[in-house]
């Protein structure tokens, strides 16, 4: 009897073969991304000497290019996960055919149906905030100073709302000449206007809850709420001295604190990483069957709000009847994700972290063994190339990671992904 071998010990070793075998195209399509996404900055820079607003507009674009190298990068993976390849064979119902058109609509759907779940994790993290400083060090090396002061001056919100719905609106529009027609250039039309519309509505929504936290710090009952905490604190300390329980509340706080970003860092990301690899590989598609397991409480509550009578339903219908196709397989491929052990994860998690924590110290080690220099005559025209080849190795191994996690998740589950047994079901009722 042939023992398996421990996914703690298959994981790595499956990556490093997907790496072995696939470095080169992969590291190909990740420099022209990385290439293009910098010339796309540039142009964005020249645009918004014509329009400051086109800055906002455009950095969705930008940010879907890096998407598009994801997914791309992902696919070239297929030939060498079977498991994987084949469920997305079936979802598809391609057979054995993969010609250039198909190969277009794949990666038009897949951009479609990823870049929300992407935008979710820009923001979390603040990437957006690091691609809009970006942008902004590229408009000021190429406008000068000038240029921050009509930045400074600019009131976003209103015309990022109208800038949005029209993108949305030309996004439905295109999407439906692309279905009726299947013409390349409305399928990338269609990705773009997609990308736009869903940075510009996470943008605007992560800016109005920015102003408005802003404008409840600064309400007097606010204030007074503060100060009354602070004073029944002091209060309190008083009472039970010598015990600190002032420094005792504001070191659990900061613990707290601490420990959302361990979470954050260790185990969401992670896992919205995964759930962007589920959705580019096509499982998890055609219809919601719900985030908790069925007859229990928490099912119970979501029935009751996402139910055919709940206000959730009532109140999303029309929306759902348009996007559904590209949000709810994001739904339920995380909820795929979470049906797999706990072990399971928590050791694709370690991996995660280790990959992300190795090249941090390997940076930090570079700079430490190379030792101080003079910084324009020689570390200057050096901490672009030095970039450029640690990102280049941590996304290759990154991407490699996803896939064969993904892989794996499938084997365990026997290849059969959640929607499709759903369909399945469906299909025999």
């Known amino acids: 009897m042939t023992r398996q071998i421990p996914f703690a010990a298959l994981l790595p070793l499956y990556t490093l073969d997907l790496v072995r075998r696939y470095w080169a195209p992969l590291l190909c399509v990740w420099l022209l991304g ?124 209103g015309p990022l709302i109208v800038m949005g719905l029209l993108a949305f609106c030309l996004r439905a529009f295109f999407e439906y000449v692309y279905d009726q027609t299947g013409s390349k250039i409305t399928g990338v039309l269609t990705a773009l206007f997609e990308s736009t519309w869903t940075f510009l509505a996470v943008f605007t929504v992560v800016d109005l809850l920015g102003k408005f936290w802003e404008w409840v710090d600064t309400r007097a009952a606010t204030v007074a709420v503060h100060d009354a905490f602070n004073s029944g604190l002091v209060w309190l300390n008083d009472l039970v001295t010598p015990f600190p329980l002032q420094a005792a509340v504001l070191g659990a706080i900061g613990a707290v604190a601490g420990l959302w970003n361990m979470l954050k860092g260790g185990f ?41 009578r709940g206000p959730l339903r009532a109140a999303v219908g029309w929306v759902r009847r348009d996007m559904g196709d590209k949000y709810i397989p994001f739904l339920n491929a995380f909820r795929f994700i979470l049906s797999t052990s706990p072990v399971f994860y928590l050791s694709f998690s370690l991996y995660y972290v280790l990959l992300e924590l ?21 570390w200057w025209p050096w901490l672009g190339p030095i970039e450029v080849v640690l990102d280049t190795a941590k996304y290759l191994l990154r991407v490699c990671l996803l896939a064969a996690t993904f892989e794996l998740i499938l084997r365990k589950v026997g290849g059969e992904s959640t929607g499709r047994r759903a369909r399945r079901r469906a299909e025999a009722v």
């Open 34 to 157: 990385d290439f293009a996404h910098r010339m796309a900055m540039r142009g964005m820079a020249e645009l918004v000497t014509i329009e400051p607003y086109f800055g906002y507009a455009v950095l969705g674009i930008v940010l879907v290019l890096k998407l598009a190298a994801y997914i791309i990068m992902f696919h070239m993976l297929r030939p060498g996960l079977p498991e994987v390849d084949a469920e997305y064979c079936r979802v598809r119902g391609m057979g054995d055919r993969r010609d250039l058109a198909e190969a277009e609509r794949n990666l038009v759907d897949a951009v479609a149906m990823a870049i929300l779940p992407f935008l979710i994790f820009y923001s979390a993290w603040d990437l957006i905030a690091e691609e809009y400083r970006q942008f902004i060090i590229a408009t000021v090396n190429q406008e000068g100073m000038d240029f921050l002061l009509d930045i400074g001056a600019m009131n976003a919100t």
């Open 268 to 308: 969401i990301e992670p896992l919205l990483w995964l759930t962007i690899t589920a959705v580019v590989y096509g499982a998890q598609m055609d219809r919601y069957t719900g985030l908790f397991r069925k007859g229990t409480r928490a099912a119970r509550i979501e029935q009751a709000i996402t139910g055919r």
């Open 358 to 378: 190795g090249f941090d110290w390997l940076e930090r080690g570079l700079y430490i063994a190379v030792g101080p220099a003079e910084w324009l005559g020689w």
